[in-house]
């Protein structure tokens, strides 16, 4: 920031400007100064030349510049005017607002949910004022990413957990822009496979590979979907079908000997015959909890 004088007249002294901040918008900036004597009616004050409020109280030592561009260089002044109405010299410091805050465009989850990535985008005209963008997870600043940088991964993550990712944009002073976030749930630690194996118009038969891809053995499990309207399993093997034959809404669940855990990495498959045409399930859980669905 830079101060210096104008104006060579006046029975006070120039204010002396003690404050000179950006608003993390980039959008207001504010300037604060200093009394230069006791005989002062009023205030003005200038951006870039130019007075932008010719009547500032007396005992007013500040002033916020609204309407700004972020990432843009500012002159704003301040003046002191004597109860005769002569203007003192004018103070003026350079202030560059903070930089624009870069747009979140994507989120995407790795397929073991334990990662993710995150891509943004700046505009062409407050690129040219970044120095980096930092990054953060669930609010703490996790890394850095240059200048042309436009994504992030985030590692050791957890399946299935909502994360919360930000991140600013940060100019060649040091100032940093307001925080773009977005949420993202990492891929469900189960994921539930369906394979038509047959069909014969009227009924057809399925295939149901659930796998653990999550870091905890699954010690007993459930599975719960919706068929469509028409639809009902006729029998079941590998698993023990627990809802009515004649409903659409499918529950099924571990056998008593075989298959009653998942470790992580693994998977068992269950296959069911059912009467109707497949057109797709929905509302898919393994003990209650959504999961990644394959169809």
Not at 168 to 179: I, L, M, N, Y
Not at 212 to 237: H, P, Y
Request: charged fraction near 20%; glycine fraction near 12%; charge should be negative.
């Amino acid at each position: 920031m830079n101060q210096g004088g104008t104006q060579i007249r006046g029975s006070v002294d120039a204010p002396k400007i003690n404050a000179a901040k950006s608003s993390d918008d980039g959008k207001m900036a504010l300037v604060g100064w200093t009394e230069s004597g006791k005989n002062i009616d009023h205030f003005k004050v200038y951006q870039d030349g130019r007075v932008v409020d010719p009547d500032v109280k007396a005992d007013v030592p500040d002033h916020v510049f609204k309407g700004l561009k972020p990432g843009v260089k500012y002159t704003f002044g301040v003046s002191a005017v004597d109860k005769g109405g002569i203007e003192s010299d004018r103070s003026t410091v350079d202030v560059t607002t903070a930089p624009e805050a870069p747009k979140i465009v994507g989120a995407n989850s790795s397929p073991d949910g334990k990662a993710d990535v995150i891509t943004w985008r700046e505009s062409p005209v407050a690129l040219k004022g970044v120095d980096h963008f930092n990054v953060y997870q669930d609010g703490k600043k996790v890394g850095q990413s240059p200048a042309n940088g436009t994504s992030h991964v985030f590692e050791g993550l957890k399946p299935g957990t909502k994360y919360t990712f930000g991140v600013t944009a940060v100019d060649k002073q040091g100032t940093e822009s307001t925080r773009s976030t977005t949420d993202a749930t990492t891929t469900g630690g189960v994921k539930v496979k369906f394979e038509k194996t047959g069909d014969w118009g009227t009924g057809y038969q399925e295939n149901v590979t659930i796998t653990n891809n999550g870091d905890k053995t699954i010690d007993g499990w459930k599975l719960a979907f919706d068929m469509g309207k028409g639809n009902a399993v006729s029998s079941l093997w590998d698993g023990v079908l627990v809802s009515p034959k004649n409903s659409n809404h499918v529950v099924a669940t571990n056998p008593a000997t075989y298959d009653t855990s998942i470790a992580p990495g693994q998977s068992c498959t269950i296959g069911f015959v059912a009467s109707g045409t497949s057109d797709g399930m929905s509302h898919v859980t393994v003990n209650g909890q959504d999961v990644v669905v394959d169809q």
